[in-house]
RNA sequence: GCGGGUGUGGUGUAGGGGUUAACACAUCUGGUUGUGGCCCAGAAGAUCGUGGGUUCAAAUCCCACCACUCGCCCCA
């Protein structure tokens, strides 16, 4: 552990790599703005409290474990967010936006925090883009921010893309349907392996995603919430279901895609890609009608959902598709120190005012064209100006293309109109 | 927290008890006057992850730790 080493989990993201965030940042705003989302920034840091909620269940235990979470001198207790929604709730609360038209739909990209072990394309710090629609229960407002996902990683070129569906149920009727798969589990209590039964005890709808062999089939024949949703569930559901085969939306109802907690109701959905390391989803989303009244507030409906952006990023790589190249510089303004090298900088910053992408060779004293030559061509820039004691005393610049042109002499006056 | 894999110049690797730790790429300099790529020559760059142990001798064998990595747990 020295001291000039990145921290565990955390990345240095390359100039090389860089051009992948840009790609990935510019469409997603982009896309987001085209389905009417407002972008917005909430603080990285908030009060604890607004993260912890409802404590209790065994996964919210766990949750805190995994904050970064500062106790300052004068008690009170911030932590880095390890998610972006609850930040949007609050902010969506205190700032009074239940006075704007509604619904609200809000969008924000940046850096979250979640202090667990990193493995393929999960990191300690992780970026996301996360989109919600605040104060709406049509639908209609789940399928936006579904389409709005789906089309995000459509539009990045990925292949292989599919949705993932299911209802998590409300407060009335999701009790119910654990109570059911409760039951079941317990009476094929010997066909579990042993983390099974600890989740069965703990959390139950957590066997569901269960990877032990022979839980295929065992779950294939539990009871799935989609049997046990009450009539206003069934009902939102059924609704979604149309609205997506009016697009022509293909989607598998996966009856092991649930949430735990409360507060989250009705719609869950993920896009699945192929490859990514033993995770296959790349964003995961839903509705959570109940978390505005959790952390305190009015009851306030929502849906919405969250995408790594590294993960987004490793996708496209491992699908072999290329973000764009960085924009370069186009000239490179060689010269020979002194007086030249005045002329120089003069120029290099001239062509830079003139929107021309320009680099200056550097030289603490004279030093070889030869080696300025090497230099234009490592960037790959398409025009060396070269500046030496003849061309400055005559006023002129000899442009060298390095594309196999012809050299010429120009007046010095000329080249920013002239390149 | 648990398990597998891996740690040798900036990067990728070779070397698996013996004296100057090798190679490629990258970097820098030069190949006569002020002209790139290819080529040639040279230079710089490594406490062989860290600490301990075995041995006359450890990059190499043993132990521990650390880091990275893949997966599990968990996934808000």
């Known amino acids: 552990m020295t001291a000039i080493q990145r921290a565990t989990g955390m990345q240095d993201v390359l100039p090389e790599d ?99 072990r990193p493995q393929a394309g999960r990191y300690r710090q992780h970026s996301q883009f996360n989109a919600e629609i605040l104060g709406e229960l049509d639908p209609a407002a789940d399928l936006e921010v579904m389409m709005l996902a789906m089309n995000l990683y459509r539009e990045l070129g990925y292949k292989g ?3 993932q569906l299911n209802s998590t149920g409300c407060p009335t009727c999701k009790p119910i349907y654990i109570q059911a798969l409760t039951q079941y589990l317990a009476d094929q209590q010997d066909k579990l392996a042993a983390i099974d039964k600890e989740r069965l005890s703990k959390n139950p709808l957590r066997v569901l995603d269960s990877k032990e062999p022979g839980m295929d089939k065992l779950l294939a024949e539990a009871p799935h919430i989609i049997d046990h949703l009450c009539a206003d569930c069934a009902a939102h559901l059924a609704d979604l279901r149309g609205l997506l085969e009016a697009l022509d939306q293909s989607y598998t109802i996966n009856f092991r895609l649930v949430r735990g907690i409360d507060y989250y109701t009705k719609t869950v959905f ?127 610049v000899t442009v060298r293309p390095l594309d ?13 109109t002239k390149l």
């Not at 805190?64 to 967010?81: A, F, G, H, P």
């Not at 609050?90 to 619904?103: D, K, L, S, V, Y």
């Not at 900088?345 to 001239?350: A, G």
Request: with cysteine; aromatic share 10%; hydrophobic share 40%.
């Open 404 to 416: 196999g042109g012809d050299q010429t002499q120009i007046p010095l006056s000329d080249v920013v």
């Open 161 to 163: 893309l599919t949705f």
């Open 270 to 396: 993920e896009v699945w890609a192929e490859g990514i390391g033993a995770q296959a989803a790349v964003c995961g989303g839903g509705r959570y009608d109940g978390l505005a009244e959790a952390i305190g507030g009015p009851s306030t409906p929502g849906v919405g959902f969250g995408s790594g952006i590294e993960r987004i990023i490793l996708g496209l790589q491992e699908q072999g598709i290329e973000a764009p190249k960085t924009p370069q510089p186009t000239v490179l303004v060689a010269h020979f120190g002194g007086e030249t090298k005045k002329t120089a900088v003069t120029l290099t910053y001239q062509l830079r005012a003139a929107g021309i992408g320009a680099r200056l060779a550097f030289a603490r004293d004279k030093r070889s064209l030869k080696s300025q030559m090497r230099e234009a061509n490592r960037w790959g820039v398409r025009t060396v100006l070269i500046l030496g004691e003849d061309e400055v005393a005559a006023g002129m």
């Open 18 to 116: 860089r051009r992948y965030w840009d790609f990935v940042i510019d469409k997603a705003t982009d896309l987001a703005q085209r389905y009417g989302f407002q972008h917005i920034d909430v603080p990285i840091i908030e009060y604890t409290p607004l993260f912890a909620r409802g404590m209790g269940t065994a996964s919210d235990v766990f949750v805190q474990k995994e904050m970064y979470t500062i106790e300052e001198d004068d008690d009170t207790s911030i932590t880095l967010r390890p998610e972006f929604t609850a930040g949007f709730v609050r902010a969506f609360i205190e700032n009074g936006m239940m006075t704007w038209p509604q619904p609200v739909k809000l969008f924000s990209i940046g850096p979250i925090f979640r202090r667990e």
